[in-house]
């Protein structure tokens, strides 16, 4: 399924937002929920940020973890230790398990990235039993990512290009408010939860917000490998002089909050899962 995020370089990735990622997966393991002998998938895990925090937390049986770039996949099973735990490259839109093979399906920070989120959700539940939970974040990329908010501002005062990227990645509905619980209600889903997570973004200087940036991973990056080197030399300016704010160079910490959703894939009269109606949406 397309995805708008440019991934080549785990450990660029890694940086630029693995490690913001791994903060995020705790309160969302909390809020998503576990139980002893769980068989759980993961959609879009990028180089493993939510996996290995579930490793290290849940009693699981098994965790199949999925993304669509080949070379986070490759990053994360290099660095796995943990015996029940697998990754595999496939898409979150044609996942290739059959129905009702997990106990709880997880997607943090995918869902506003792909063309077709309605897909991915109907997909989670396809492949969760009866009874079990579907659960994701996405980032509150409108007022709640603070980050990445100075970077799009500062680069569509800059530059007319700018700014219907910029629109892209605040403007999708997944990311208002509501827009996770309306994905799943609409797949079918019951008993639904949503609710914010916040985290600190803590960069220690402006080299180390930029960089990552510049590496060229995710929308952010792409943009700025596509620029020239007077528009990114100006750019790099003036985003430095956002992050500095008056003060010295040094470390930062920025908020950054995430809207999280939970429900469960109901029982039909014969136990088994009913199907998402998606024929009212086109799908």
């Given at each position: 399924?397309?995805?708008?995020?440019?991934?080549?370089?785990?450990?660029?990735y890694?940086?630029?937002?693995?490690?913001w990622?791994?903060r995020?997966?705790?309160?969302?393991?909390?809020f998503?929920?576990?139980?002893?002998?769980d068989?759980?998938?993961?959609?879009g895990?990028?180089?493993?940020?939510?996996?290995?925090a579930?490793?290290?937390?849940?009693?699981?049986?098994?965790?199949?973890?999925?993304?669509?770039?080949?070379?986070?996949?490759?990053?994360?099973?290099?660095a796995?230790q943990?015996?029940r735990?697998?990754?595999?490259?496939?898409?979150?839109?044609?996942l290739?398990?059959?129905?009702?093979?997990?106990?709880?399906?997880?997607a943090?920070?995918?869902?506003?990235l792909?063309?077709?989120?309605?897909r991915?959700?109907?997909?989670?539940?396809r492949?969760?039993?009866?009874?079990?939970?579907?659960?994701?974040?996405v980032?509150?990329?409108?007022?709640?990512?603070v980050?990445?908010?100075?970077?799009?501002?500062?680069?569509?005062v800059?530059?007319?290009?700018?700014?219907p990227?910029?629109?892209?990645?605040?403007?999708?509905?997944?990311?208002?408010?509501?827009?996770?619980?309306r994905?799943?209600?609409?797949?079918?889903?019951?008993?639904?939860?949503?609710?914010?997570?916040?985290?600190?973004?803590e960069?220690?200087?402006?080299?180390?917000?930029?960089?990552?940036?510049a590496?060229?991973?995710g929308p952010?990056g792409?943009?700025?490998?596509?620029?020239?080197?007077?528009?990114?030399a100006?750019l790099?300016e003036?985003?430095?002089?956002?992050y500095l704010a008056?003060?010295?160079?040094?470390?930062?910490?920025?908020?950054a909050?995430?809207?999280?959703?939970?429900?469960?894939v109901?029982?039909g009269?014969?136990?088994l899962?009913?199907?998402?109606?998606?024929?009212?949406?086109g799908?």
């Amino acid at each position: 399924m397309p995805s708008s995020f440019n991934a080549n370089d785990a450990s660029a990735y890694d940086r630029m937002m693995g490690r913001w990622s791994r903060r995020l997966a705790e309160p969302f393991i909390q809020f998503a929920g576990t139980a002893p002998d769980d068989r759980l998938l993961e959609v879009g895990c990028g180089t493993g940020s939510l996996t290995f925090a579930l490793a290290r937390a849940a009693p699981f049986a098994a965790l199949t973890a999925v993304d669509f770039a080949d070379v986070y996949v490759r990053a994360a099973r290099a660095a796995n230790q943990d015996a029940r735990v697998q990754f595999e490259q496939g898409d979150a839109g044609a996942l290739r398990f059959p129905d009702a093979s997990f106990d709880r399906t997880f997607a943090l920070l995918l869902l506003h990235l792909v063309s077709g989120p309605e897909r991915v959700v109907a997909e989670m539940r396809r492949v969760t039993r009866p009874g079990g939970v579907v659960a994701a974040a996405v980032w509150d990329a409108e007022g709640g990512v603070v980050m990445h908010r100075i970077f799009w501002d500062t680069a569509a005062v800059l530059d007319p290009a700018a700014r219907p990227l910029r629109a892209r990645s605040m403007g999708s509905p997944v990311v208002a408010p509501g827009g996770l619980r309306r994905l799943f209600r609409d797949a079918g889903l019951e008993a639904i939860d949503d609710r914010p997570l916040a985290i600190r973004m803590e960069p220690s200087s402006f080299a180390d917000y930029w960089e990552p940036y510049a590496g060229g991973e995710g929308p952010i990056g792409a943009y700025v490998a596509g620029l020239g080197a007077d528009a990114r030399a100006r750019l790099q300016e003036h985003l430095r002089a956002a992050y500095l704010a008056g003060r010295p160079d040094g470390p930062r910490s920025f908020g950054a909050v995430a809207w999280s959703c939970r429900g469960v894939v109901p029982r039909g009269a014969d136990g088994l899962a009913a199907e998402p109606n998606l024929a009212r949406r086109g799908q």
